[in-house]
């Protein structure tokens, strides 16, 4: 399996931006796609974004898209997530996901990050 090590989590105003980063460790983890899922409190987890290991396929929740943007760094085996515009919405858990494609990270998650709190403003 591959660990994940999320950091970059914090608090913003609304309209401020954070960059979220996400450390992989493991023998395969340059087969993995990646993600980023939210969770508020009494809410269920939803997706984020997700992009591929290999073409930097993304795929992002309509919500986010035009002020979220998922990027790869595979020579570090990280991958990150700049977050623009934020609103008070954004505010939750985000967890980092590993899964085998771009394709079933929606439906399949093989390993989570731990989770670090976004909090936005009003």
């Known amino acids: 399996q591959v660990q994940l090590v999320e950091s970059g989590g914090g608090l913003v105003q609304a309209g401020g931006s954070l960059r979220l980063s996400c450390a992989a460790s493991?023998?395969?983890?340059?087969?993995?796609?990646m993600g980023w899922f939210r969770q508020a409190p009494g809410k269920e987890r939803e997706f984020v974004v997700a992009?591929?290991?290999?073409?930097?396929?993304?795929a992002y929740a309509d919500s986010v898209k035009g002020r979220f943007t998922i990027s790869r760094d595979n020579a570090k085996n990280t991958v990150y997530l700049q977050m623009n515009s934020l609103k008070p919405e954004d505010t939750a858990v985000y967890y980092c996901?590993?899964?085998?494609?771009?394709?079933?990270?929606?439906?399949?998650?093989?390993?989570w990050g731990q989770g670090t709190q976004v909090t936005v403003s009003s």
């Open positions: 996901a590993a899964a085998p494609s771009i394709t079933t990270i929606k439906v399949r998650i093989d390993s």
């Open positions: 493991g023998r395969t983890v340059s087969k993995y796609a």
């Open positions: 992009i591929s290991w290999r073409n930097s396929t993304t």
